[in-house]
Nanobody, 118 residues
Framework: QLQASGGGLVQAGGSLSLSCAAS????????MRWYRQVPGKERELVAQ???????TYGDSVKGRFTISRDNARNMVTLQLGSLKPDDTAVYYC??????????????WGQGTLVTVSS
């Protein structure tokens, strides 16, 4: 399971940090991702990071957001910077988690709201 934390209200131009931790007897976690969703719109991939640390960002957040992970703690963090009102959304983490060496599935966090005021 994944537990997200962080989020809240911030002024435009400000910064925020989101974290997401996986729990249980985990064998391995592969790619970890952050998505966001605004009501009435499709869920958007914000950033992802592979187990080896390769990162990919959505065009709208490149240069402003940074994704990182701690494999020892089974955690992924998203640093949000130079925030804009358009970044207002519910942010979700997801991860490809192996609880055994043979089987995996995609798990999702509960979502955390980020509100950017102008």
């Amino acid at each position: 399971q994944l537990q997200a934390s962080g989020g809240g209200l911030v002024q435009a131009g400000g910064s925020l940090s989101l974290s997401c931790a996986a729990s249980g007897r985990i064998f391995r976690i592969d790619t970890m991702r952050w998505y966001r969703q605004v009501p009435g719109k499709e869920r958007e991939l914000v950033a992802q990071i592979t187990r080896g640390g390769t990162t990919t960002y959505g065009d709208s957040v490149k240069g402003r957001f940074t994704i990182s992970r701690d494999n020892a703690r089974n955690m992924v963090t998203l640093q949000l910077g130079s925030l804009k009102p358009d970044d207002t959304a519910v942010y979700y983490c997801s991860a490809s988690i192996f609880y055994t060496s043979l089987s995996w599935r995609e798990y999702w966090g509960q979502g955390t709201l980020v509100t950017v005021s102008s």
